[in-house]
């Protein structure tokens, strides 16, 4: 039997997912699980992304890139689970967070016949996976499970869950990290970006990034899931935590770059609707 909480994200998500996200979501995977197939000159209603610019060029009218019809992908996800995530000041916590932003991608994927599975982690070495699916009532099976796993105060480590998906040997999955650390090795994700296609979701509260509307001794986590401590009414040492931060981000960001991957910061102060929406239009 559902639980309240999950019938009320379901209900949240089927309200907010649109036709348009499900349809950008689509086309913003298409080319990277398509095979070329040939050209043809372009009509109107084709998706302008095909447009060959080179082969125009030469041919002197617009034509566009036909591909074979695209096969099943395998959605991964990764999931943070860890106490830190139960941290929210207003509002929602960032594991509500997580879980919508689950939900939201895993009904696109469905609606565009596209496998859900989730790997989580049990202890320090051990891990479970759901294998793939693509029913929509098996997205209640992996809500429930994270909800289960959520209550197990295990600390996520991101390597680790990347080595064992790297173990497995799988390859030309779509891979969905979503996280509120930052501590990653970057031979372990090159290995992982190389086989697949990854998509880095980090996860905060707005507080955490802006240490606002609060004063006082503050305790939250840090990049790595550390307990830490804050007077707020300390201006320098505030300052100097945000600007450690967002140094932080920003090596973060480069890195993820680098190995050409996508990054969505998220938090309770952004639609994340809207958010998803905007990055599939990219």
Known sequence: MLSEK???IDIKVQRNLSSFLVGNYKTFFKWRWLEFADFREYVPW??????????????????IRQYKEERELSI???????????????GKTKLEILEEVFMTLS??????????????QE?????AYLN???????????LNKIEEFSKKEINFNINASLTYLNNL???????????DKLDLDEKILKVSSIKNEVIFISVFDDFENTLEWMDGLVSFSD?????????????????????????KLENFRKLLAKLNIKYLLLDNKINIFSKLFLMFKK
Do not use: C, H
């Open 6 to 8: 999950i019938k009320k």
């Open 46 to 63: 084709d998706d302008t992304k095909n447009i060959d610019f080179i082969v125009s060029a030469r041919e002197w009218k617009t034509i």
């Open 76 to 90: 991964i996800f990764l999931l943070d689970l860890s106490p830190t995530m139960n941290f929210g000041l207003s």
């Open 107 to 120: 009904y696109a994927a469905i609606a565009n016949n596209d496998k859900v599975w989730i790997i989580l």
């Open 123 to 127: 202890n320090n070495d051990k891990f």
């Open 132 to 142: 793939p699916k693509k029913w929509k009532a098996n997205l209640f099976n992996l």
């Open 169 to 179: 040997k799988s390859k030309d999955n779509l891979i969905f990290i979503i996280s």
């Open 223 to 247: 990049f790595s899931g550390n307990s830490i401590t804050i007077n707020l009414n300390d201006k320098k040492k505030k300052w100097e935590y945000l600007a450690y931060r967002q140094e």
